[in-house]
């Protein structure tokens, strides 16, 4: 299958600061990726969806001042937690789909990242 | 939008047993539906996913059933062995576009 990754894989940070988590695709080209956020034992919930060259398109009650999406390429995501606080201390996980180096497209399996736990002091 | 859940969340069974999760979904136009395994602290791998199309598939000791009229579609593991222990998440999606996911069940294999 396709690879995606992450960086960082965890991060710590003061209560105030911003950090960028990078969502990367390795061996094919991701026209859409999604950032969704885990807490323990619980599912995944989507936070936004990201195209490349266009507007990240954020579901109902997320804040896009708070989690800014820029999409600028086709193998690179970037999350920005902006101001963090305690509250968003999570995992945070990206994934995507687009076509794969043989050429065959896949618009139905997402990959997912190894993700990133961040904590916020 | 689609709402999907899933059941059991929690399943502990005995090595060799066989284990069944099983997830409905809302929305008739809903045309894949993807399995994912996830161990602590990793990302969700996808195990096997069927498309609607398709009423039943199956990968060695995994298999998956879609019943569209009635619009559930269950996990099935056969054979099940420790390191099949770890949470299982259900999906369905319509082609290109968001996945809704269940809430998970943690399974636990006892050797």
């Known amino acids: 299958g396709a690879v995606v990754s992450q960086h960082p894989s965890w991060v710590i940070c003061k209560s105030g600061t911003s950090v960028k988590i990078e969502c990367r695709s390795l061996?094919?080209?991701?026209?859409?990726m999604f950032w969704y956020r885990q807490f323990p034992k619980q599912s995944l919930m989507l936070m936004a969806t990201s195209n490349e060259g266009s507007k990240a398109t954020y579901e109902q009650g997320v804040e896009k001042d708070k989690f800014l999406i820029n999409h600028a390429s086709l193998t690179l995501s970037t999350l920005t937690v902006t101001s963090a606080h305690p509250e968003d201390s999570s995992f945070y996980i990206c994934?995507?789909?687009?076509?794969?180096?043989?050429?065959?497209?896949?618009?139905?399996?997402?990959?997912f990242g190894p993700g990133t736990r961040l904590t916020v002091l | 939008g689609e709402n999907v859940e899933q059941h059991p969340s929690t399943l502990s069974v005995q090595e060799g047993d066989s284990a069944v999760i099983k997830c409905t979904y809302s929305?008739?136009?809903?045309?894949?539906f993807p399995w994912y395994k996830q161990e602590l602290g990793k990302r969700p791998q996808l195990i096997i996913d069927?498309?609607?199309?398709?009423g039943e598939k199956k990968d060695q000791r995994i298999a998956v059933t879609l019943n569209k009229t009635a619009k559930h579609f269950s996990l099935h593991i056969t054979e099940t062995q420790p390191e099949d222990s770890a949470v299982y998440f259900c999906?369905?999606?319509?082609?290109?576009?968001?996945?809704?996911f269940g809430t998970g069940t943690s399974l636990t294999v006892i050797p």
């Open positions: 929305d008739s136009a809903s045309n894949y």
């Open positions: 999906a369905a999606s319509l082609t290109g576009n968001q996945f809704y």
């Open positions: 069927i498309r609607s199309n398709v």
């Open positions: 061996d094919f080209q991701a026209t859409t």
């Open positions: 994934s995507a789909f687009g076509y794969g180096t043989s050429g065959r497209a896949s618009r139905d399996t997402q990959y």
